[in-house]
């Protein structure tokens, strides 16, 4: 009853303005969802070419090839291993870090923004990169993954912008009166007040992570210790190596290896699907950290 | 040729001297044995020196010695290991060394090689079929990462030396343009043929002979058009000429008369009577682009050839769309199995039919790494894999597990293991990650109806095409690497261009040559000839 | 003098902390990125593969001059600063966009599953998406493209291969590209948005203001530093039209509308790897970049000296 009288008591242009945006949003939804959707239909199918609403011919067969084989199962492991472990890594770094390079009586803070945006731009490349990591002894290690990206420069100017724009210079100066060091002001205070901050570098390391393939690439040897993305691009890779034999004639048993293509080609959209999941289940909850008014509640309070 | 010659009567000296000594063991190389244990030492007190490899006879070894070895996985096969592969326990029991087996995707091991090269701590011994370019195999060698295998051939390389007296074309393919061998290549004996496949069920259906010339072609084109081939009741779904565009290039080369296998892109190279000259400037290219843009502009050549997925032209061909496509057609994968393989056509600027065949080799295969502990040990192992049981487990794979033999005589096969019928190499589980010597006489005759009609049909007319194994010099590579790298976008964009009209062929023929001289065409061919003849060994 | 100078060493002195906060950071940078950057060198060398960093002979700007000279170098300037800046006028405002209207969706379920399936595509792998693109643009068998050519036979024209269609080439492009990435990138204004007053949109509730008017007053300008810092960003960003991307939507008919630095650089290395042209190439990449970012920067201090980056 209240809801409907409030929704009555809105003015034309609001009621106009959210009906609108109701059309708009099933519109975006639905651009956004039939493509995935056909991905999952493929993903049952026995055919890429031709599954467009209903599976063209409904089979479990590349679901069923994918969790057959154990390098899959552990590169799920190792991947949520490093998403995890790495996600956490890089929030340790990245926040203090963020939130020292917003304070104004900061002194050289600048410099260190500037040191840090010249990586953005220079690099040594790919073999000196392997040779450092070569020197530290981190090659093949999982180590190797986790501190080789631990926090990039367009995040920590983001976290930067953030802690800008919400912690007001005078809110350190009232605490410090009060006896309140940096340090404590940081975990007691700024911490719970950037829960938004939080939430989204969690999400773009995370994601980052998730998706990863080329770091593991060069620094892994053992297939034990490969993450799921990469899982995928061997899968993708040893398709076009089929085709391609296929093509210069190397095969002379062309239909069976014609099916293996086939077989293969449905596999990677069903790894697509099982590794797109768990982010799609992730955001929603991360979303009550956007929810409206939870910081500015508590720096008025 | 002098050298030639000079580097065949010291192997075959050699080859005399060691097949004489070979009863005697490895004796008298006691002295250039490596690092060796303290067993041998202590040994050498109470009993004989033995030394730790052996020449010219198994086992290799007569101490435990471990190889480490990277190769590339088994490409095709998801989620297999080269590890896996039986050839490695075979080798291990006829050899007696240990062997640890480092393999990774093709795609993987191309971006993992440049670095595993930079770090010494973490090379291999021996690096098996991973995709080595030609100059980058000089430029380890002589930068000090790959072994100079010259030496080490002369002595340990008993099986290598008979190669290279069989095969002319041998030794040409193991040396680098500076004239040392750093690596060597897998001859598989056979050629992969560039071919192309038409539906006969159409043509007798419209009513027609197969067409042995372009011209005749097109009239059947002109037939096919209008009616309805497939006989699904409709007339206007029929494709005439449809295939993957990059292979698509050499088949149409060949009827006009131009022999290139590889590359498909960029800028292509022939040689007639020895010289050697720019494909893409030539009146027999203009003539091919003016029929493939006459097919074009009438809707006889598929408008999506340029951009269509590979999942697309099979399924268009699986619903018998197609009358004409290059590659092989295969009769379980089309629901018509009207397909054969026609003599190759010829033209009204080429009178002899021409299919264009790949080299019967793969370069750089076996390459071993500077700082191994075991050189000989790994020079003896490369040699024993171009013996014949070792080249026939490896290209072949094993009797009684892989194939069994048919016909004793003349070694026909049959194949085991995977039911649907294969035949050695094509067997993911041995195939191609060694360097070996396929023989001659293990060449097996097609088995499928599709291999014997191929090789009846087109085999004759195959020729091997040079471009793809000259070896160049730094210089050389830095040289052609800048002209071809803008001369070959040019010439991508202008085939495609002429094909489809964007381009008008009459019109802008004339400025599109001049260009093509500009951009360096004819430096680019005088590098090539030098190549050439330092490939053929011609003075 | 000395004043200055005993208030900075001050500051610095209490604010110790703050260096520790940062020093973590500062170490991975330096173990990581400035340690390996001796590598940047051979742009400016004729490395040869399995040279020691340092021992390849020394040319100067002979690669920088190979690609100035290039005939393609006009072409691929142009055809990616036109992927870029087509990219940021229509990509940019999109997830702002977004972002504001989703935020005023009442119902939390409508909301929370939209905004999830928008942010969907973003994990999608290049290769399928591009695999996608390209079947469903097929004018044979393609969903879109059967429906393109469809409306052009109605209208009386005839049918086209719109994968073939030079200018078609940068929609493709840069549209994928929107399906992909608007839902993610309107994350972080989303965020944003959650320091907004909610006591002031009350208030201006009260007075009369609608959805629109409430959306453009009070929730718009508290993106605006968010926003100010990602267009520069973005701008600094203007040469790095990725190479994957590029190599999986193009085909041979519009090499002149599609070929891009990244994939024209990969295409050289035909004989043997190409590090030295590659690198010279990046670096000349870096240097625009980090001019235009400069550039942009400089005009926002003087616009708004607290939005900018520095």
Same mark, same amino acid.
């Given at each position: 009853?209240?809801?409907?009288?409030?929704?009555?008591?809105?003015?034309?242009?609001?009621?106009?303005?959210?009906?609108?945006?109701?059309?708009?949003?099933?519109?975006?939804?639905?651009?956004?969802?039939?493509?995935?959707?056909?991905?999952?239909?493929?993903?049952?199918?026995?055919?890429?070419?031709?599954?467009?609403?209903?599976?063209?011919?409904?089979?479990?067969?590349?679901?069923?090839?994918?969790?057959?084989?154990?390098?899959?199962?552990?590169?799920?492991?190792?991947?949520?291993?490093?998403?995890?472990?790495?996600?956490?890594?890089?929030?340790?770094?990245?926040?203090?870090?963020?939130?020292?390079?917003?304070?104004?009586?900061?002194?050289?803070?600048?410099?260190?923004?500037?040191?840090?945006?010249?990586?953005?731009?220079?690099?040594?490349?790919?073999?000196?990169?392997?040779?450092?990591?070569?020197?530290?002894? /981190?090659?093949?290690?999982?180590?190797?993954?986790?501190?080789?990206?631990?926090?990039?420069?367009?995040?920590?100017?983001?976290?930067?912008?953030?802690?800008?724009?919400?912690?007001?210079?005078?809110?350190?100066?009232?605490?410090?009166?009060?006896?309140?060091?940096?340090?404590?002001?940081?975990? @007691?205070?700024?911490?719970?007040?950037?829960? +938004?901050?939080?939430?989204?570098?969690?999400?773009?390391?995370?994601?980052?992570?998730?998706?990863?393939?080329?770091?593991?690439?060069?620094?892994?040897?053992? /297939?034990?210790?490969?993450?799921?993305?990469?899982?995928?691009?061997?899968?993708?890779?040893?398709?076009?190596?089929?085709? @391609?034999?296929?093509?210069?004639?190397?095969?002379?048993?062309?239909?069976?290896?014609?099916?293996?293509?086939?077989?293969?080609?449905?596999?990677?959209?069903?790894?697509?699907?099982?590794?797109?999941? +768990?982010?799609?289940?992730?955001? +929603?909850?991360? @979303?009550?950290?956007?929810?409206?008014?939870?910081?500015?509640?508590?720096?008025?309070? | 040729?002098? &050298?030639?010659?000079?580097?065949?009567?010291?192997?075959?000296?050699?080859?005399?001297?060691?097949?004489?000594?070979?009863?005697?063991?490895?004796?008298?190389?006691?002295?250039?044995?490596?690092?060796?244990?303290?067993?041998?030492?202590?040994?050498?007190?109470?009993?004989?020196?033995?030394?730790?490899?052996?020449?010219?006879?198994?086992?290799?070894?007569?101490?435990?010695?471990?190889?480490?070895?990277?190769?590339?996985?088994?490409?095709?096969?998801?989620?297999?290991?080269?590890?896996?592969?039986?050839?490695?326990?075979?080798?291990?029991?006829? #050899?007696?060394?240990?062997?640890?087996?480092?393999?990774?995707?093709?795609?993987?091991?191309?971006?993992?090689?440049?670095?595993?090269?930079?770090?010494?701590?973490?090379?291999?011994?021996?690096?098996?079929?991973?995709?080595?370019?030609?100059?980058?195999?000089?430029?380890?060698?002589?930068?000090?990462?790959?072994?100079?295998?010259?030496?080490?051939?002369?002595?340990?390389?008993?099986?290598?030396?008979?190669?290279?007296?069989?095969?002319?074309?041998?030794?040409?393919?193991?040396?680098?343009?500076?004239?040392?061998?750093?690596?060597?290549?897998?001859?598989?004996?056979?050629?992969?043929?560039?071919?192309?496949?038409?539906?006969?069920?159409?043509?007798?259906?419209?009513?027609?002979?197969?067409?042995?010339?372009?011209?005749?072609?097109?009239?059947?084109?002109?037939?096919?058009?209008?009616?309805?081939?497939?006989?699904?009741?409709?007339?206007?779904?029929?494709?005439?000429?449809?295939?993957?565009?990059?292979?698509?290039? %050499?088949?149409?080369?060949?009827?006009?008369?131009?022999?290139? =296998?590889?590359?498909?892109?960029?800028?292509?190279?022939?040689?007639?009577?020895?010289?050697?000259?720019?494909?893409?400037?030539?009146?027999?290219?203009?003539?091919?682009?003016?029929?493939?843009?006459?097919? =074009?502009?009438?809707?006889?050549?598929?408008?999506?050839?340029?951009?269509?997925?590979?999942?697309?032209?099979?399924?268009?061909?699986?619903?018998?769309?197609?009358?004409?496509?290059?590659?092989?057609?295969?009769?379980?994968?089309?629901?018509?199995?009207?397909?054969?393989?026609?003599?190759?056509?010829?033209?009204?600027?080429?009178?002899?039919?021409?299919? $264009?065949?790949?080299?019967?080799?793969?370069?750089?295969?076996?390459?071993?790494?500077? &700082? #191994?502990?075991?050189?000989?040990?790994?020079?003896?192992?490369?040699? =024993?894999?171009?013996?014949?049981?070792?080249?026939?487990? $490896?290209?072949?794979?094993?009797?009684?597990?892989?194939?069994?033999?048919?016909?004793?005589?003349?070694?026909?096969?049959?194949?085991?293991?995977?039911? !649907?019928?294969?035949?050695?190499? %094509?067997?993911?589980?041995?195939?191609?990650?060694?360097?070996?010597? &396929?023989?001659?006489?293990?060449?097996?005759?097609?088995?499928?109806?599709?291999? %014997?009609?191929?090789?009846?049909?087109?085999?004759?007319?195959?020729?091997?095409?040079?471009?793809?194994?000259?070896?160049?010099?730094?210089?050389?590579?830095?040289?052609?690497?800048?002209?071809?790298?803008?001369?070959?976008?040019?010439?991508?964009?202008?085939?495609?261009?002429?094909?489809?009209?964007?381009?008008?062929?009459?019109? !802008?023929?004339?400025?599109?040559?001049?260009?093509?001289?500009?951009?360096?065409?004819?430096?680019?061919?005088?590098?090539?000839?030098?190549?050439?003849? %330092?490939?053929?060994?011609?003075? | 003098?000395?004043?200055?100078?005993?208030?900075?060493?001050?500051?610095?002195?209490?604010?110790?902390?703050?260096?520790?906060?940062?020093?973590?950071?500062?170490?991975?940078?330096?173990?990581?990125?400035?340690?390996?950057?001796?590598?940047?060198?051979?742009?400016?060398?004729?490395?040869?593969?399995?040279?020691?960093?340092?021992?390849?002979?020394?040319?100067?700007?002979?690669?920088?001059?190979?690609?100035?000279?290039?005939?393609?170098?006009?072409?691929?300037?142009?055809?990616?600063?036109?992927?870029?800046?087509?990219?940021?006028?229509?990509?940019?405002?999109?997830?702002?966009?977004?972002?504001?209207?989703?935020?005023? *969706?009442?119902?939390?379920?409508?909301?929370?599953?939209?905004?999830?399936?928008?942010?969907?595509?973003?994990?999608?792998?290049?290769?399928?998406?591009?695999?996608?693109?390209?079947?469903?643009?097929?004018?044979?068998?393609?969903?879109?493209?059967?429906?393109?050519?469809?409306?052009?036979?109605?209208?009386?024209?005839?049918?086209?291969?719109?994968?073939?269609?030079?200018?078609?080439?940068?929609?493709?492009?840069?549209?994928?590209?929107?399906?992909?990435?608007?839902?993610?990138?309107?994350?972080?204004?989303?965020?944003?948005?959650?320091? *907004?007053?909610?006591?002031?949109?009350?208030?201006?509730?009260?007075?009369?203001?609608?959805?629109?008017?409430?959306?453009?007053?009070?929730?718009?300008?508290?993106?605006?530093?968010?926003?100010?810092?990602?267009?520069?960003?973005?701008?600094?960003?203007?040469?790095? *039209?990725?190479?994957?991307?590029?190599?999986?939507?193009?085909?041979?008919?519009?090499?002149?509308?599609?070929?891009?630095?990244?994939?024209?650089?990969?295409?050289?290395?035909?004989?043997?790897?190409?590090?030295?042209?590659?690198?010279?190439?990046?670096?000349?990449?870096?240097?625009?970049?980090?001019?235009?970012?400069?550039?942009?920067?400089?005009?926002?201090?003087?616009?708004?000296?607290?939005?900018?980056?520095?």
């Amino acid at each position: 009853m209240e809801r409907k009288r409030k929704w009555r008591n809105q003015c034309r242009a609001d009621r106009i303005f959210d009906i609108v945006n109701g059309i708009l949003m099933v519109f975006i939804f639905a651009v956004c969802f039939y493509p995935l959707y056909y991905i999952v239909v493929v993903s049952f199918s026995k055919q890429v070419v031709g599954s467009y609403l209903v599976p063209n011919g409904f089979t479990l067969a590349g679901y069923e090839s994918i969790f057959q084989n154990k390098d899959v199962w552990s590169g799920y492991a190792n991947t949520i291993f490093y998403t995890v472990a790495g996600v956490l890594a890089s929030l340790v770094v990245t926040l203090p870090c963020a939130y020292a390079l917003s304070r104004k009586d900061c002194v050289g803070r600048n410099l260190v923004m500037g040191f840090i945006m010249v990586t953005m731009y220079i690099g040594g490349g790919l073999v000196p990169s392997y040779i450092n990591i070569s020197n530290l002894g /981190l090659i093949n290690s999982r180590w190797a993954i986790i501190l080789s990206s631990l926090t990039t420069a367009y995040n920590l100017i983001l976290a930067r912008s953030f802690f800008y724009t919400t912690i007001p210079d005078d809110l350190f100066e009232a605490a410090r009166v009060d006896g309140c060091g940096n340090g404590r002001f940081f975990v @007691q205070i700024v911490m719970p007040l950037s829960k +938004p901050i939080t939430a989204v570098m969690a999400l773009y390391f995370g994601v980052a992570r998730w998706n990863s393939y080329f770091t593991e690439m060069i620094y892994l040897r053992d /297939l034990e210790k490969y993450p799921l993305s990469l899982i995928l691009r061997r899968l993708l890779w040893s398709i076009e190596a089929l085709e @391609q034999m296929i093509e210069d004639g190397l095969i002379e048993n062309v239909s069976h290896a014609m099916k293996e293509v086939e077989l293969a080609g449905i596999m990677q959209y069903c790894l697509i699907v099982v590794s797109t999941i +768990p982010m799609m289940i992730i955001y +929603p909850f991360m @979303q009550k950290y956007f929810a409206k008014g939870v910081m500015i509640g508590a720096v008025k309070g | 040729m002098k &050298n030639k010659t000079l580097k065949k009567m010291m192997a075959f000296t050699l080859a005399t001297f060691m097949a004489f000594s070979a009863v005697g063991c490895g004796n008298e190389d006691v002295t250039n044995t490596p690092a060796t244990d303290a067993t041998s030492e202590s040994v050498a007190e109470t009993v004989e020196e033995t030394p730790l490899y052996n020449v010219g006879t198994l086992p290799i070894v007569n101490e435990p010695v471990t190889i480490k070895i990277l190769t590339q996985d088994v490409t095709g096969r998801p989620f297999t290991k080269a590890a896996d592969a039986g050839i490695w326990a075979w080798l291990e029991e006829q #050899t007696g060394i240990t062997i640890e087996v480092e393999s990774y995707p093709a795609e993987e091991l191309k971006t993992k090689l440049p670095l595993i090269m930079a770090s010494p701590d973490e090379m291999p011994d021996i690096f098996l079929r991973c995709d080595f370019k030609e100059t980058d195999v000089m430029n380890y060698g002589q930068n000090g990462q790959l072994l100079e295998l010259d030496s080490y051939i002369e002595e340990f390389g008993t099986n290598i030396q008979v190669c290279f007296d069989n095969l002319d074309y041998a030794y040409g393919a193991s040396v680098s343009a500076d004239g040392h061998i750093y690596a060597l290549p897998s001859f598989n004996g056979s050629k992969t043929l560039v071919s192309y496949s038409m539906n006969k069920e159409w043509l007798d259906a419209i009513g027609k002979e197969t067409p042995t010339t372009l011209e005749e072609l097109y009239e059947v084109f002109k037939v096919i058009q209008t009616s309805d081939a497939n006989g699904n009741g409709d007339a206007t779904d029929e494709i005439c000429l449809s295939g993957d565009p990059k292979t698509f290039k %050499r088949m149409m080369l060949s009827t006009v008369g131009i022999n290139c =296998y590889w590359p498909w892109e960029g800028c292509l190279f022939d040689a007639k009577d020895d010289k050697v000259f720019f494909v893409e400037t030539t009146d027999e290219y203009k003539y091919m682009l003016q029929w493939l843009n006459k097919c =074009y502009e009438e809707g006889m050549l598929d408008n999506e050839i340029f951009t269509q997925e590979s999942a697309q032209l099979k399924a268009k061909k699986e619903a018998n769309q197609v009358f004409m496509f290059n590659g092989y057609m295969d009769p379980e994968n089309t629901p018509v199995t009207g397909g054969m393989f026609p003599v190759p056509l010829t033209s009204e600027v080429s009178d002899t039919p021409l299919i $264009a065949a790949s080299a019967p080799y793969q370069v750089a295969t076996g390459a071993i790494a500077a &700082n #191994t502990e075991y050189p000989e040990v790994c020079v003896l192992l490369l040699d =024993y894999l171009f013996s014949e049981e070792a080249s026939k487990a $490896a290209y072949w794979g094993l009797e009684g597990v892989d194939y069994k033999v048919t016909d004793e005589a003349n070694f026909v096969i049959e194949g085991l293991g995977e039911k !649907d019928g294969f035949i050695g190499s %094509r067997n993911y589980k041995t195939a191609m990650i060694m360097p070996y010597w &396929n023989r001659d006489e293990w060449i097996q005759p097609a088995t499928t109806e599709m291999g %014997r009609a191929l090789n009846e049909i087109q085999g004759a007319y195959s020729q091997v095409a040079f471009q793809n194994y000259l070896h160049f010099t730094n210089e050389e590579v830095d040289q052609v690497n800048v002209i071809a790298a803008d001369l070959g976008l040019y010439l991508d964009d202008h085939y495609v261009g002429f094909i489809t009209g964007t381009y008008d062929i009459e019109k !802008d023929w004339d400025e599109y040559v001049k260009k093509c001289q500009q951009m360096g065409a004819d430096e680019l061919t005088k590098i090539y000839q030098t190549a050439y003849n %330092r490939y053929y060994g011609i003075e | 003098m000395k004043n200055n100078k005993s208030k900075i060493w001050k500051k610095i002195r209490v604010n110790w902390m703050l260096y520790l906060f940062m020093l973590p950071a500062i170490v991975y940078y330096i173990v990581f990125h400035y340690v390996p950057i001796y590598g940047v060198q051979i742009a400016f060398q004729d490395y040869k593969i399995g040279q020691a960093f340092g021992e390849s002979a020394w040319v100067g700007f002979k690669h920088f001059q190979r690609f100035f000279n290039s005939a393609w170098f006009g072409t691929v300037l142009k055809n990616t600063l036109t992927l870029s800046l087509l990219n940021l006028f229509l990509g940019f405002p999109l997830p702002i966009i977004l972002a504001l209207l989703l935020n005023e *969706v009442k119902n939390m379920r409508v909301r929370k599953v939209v905004q999830t399936m928008t942010y969907a595509p973003h994990f999608i792998s290049m290769v399928i998406l591009c695999g996608t693109v390209t079947m469903f643009l097929s004018p044979s068998t393609g969903i879109i493209g059967m429906a393109i050519n469809g409306i052009r036979q109605a209208m009386g024209l005839n049918s086209i291969n719109v994968l073939s269609v030079g200018p078609a080439f940068k929609w493709i492009y840069v549209l994928s590209g929107i399906w992909q990435q608007t839902g993610w990138g309107s994350v972080i204004y989303l965020a944003a948005l959650s320091g *907004v007053d909610p006591q002031l949109l009350e208030a201006a509730e009260m007075d009369g203001a609608n959805k629109v008017q409430r959306m453009i007053h009070i929730n718009f300008p508290v993106l605006i530093p968010t926003i100010v810092i990602q267009l520069i960003l973005k701008c600094g960003q203007m040469l790095n *039209v990725g190479y994957e991307k590029v190599y999986l939507l193009q085909n041979s008919t519009i090499l002149q509308s599609s070929e891009v630095i990244s994939t024209y650089v990969y295409r050289s290395g035909i004989q043997g790897a190409q590090y030295s042209y590659s690198t010279a190439v990046s670096l000349f990449n870096s240097v625009v970049n980090a001019t235009i970012l400069i550039i942009v920067n400089q005009i926002t201090r003087k616009l708004s000296k607290e939005n900018s980056l520095w």
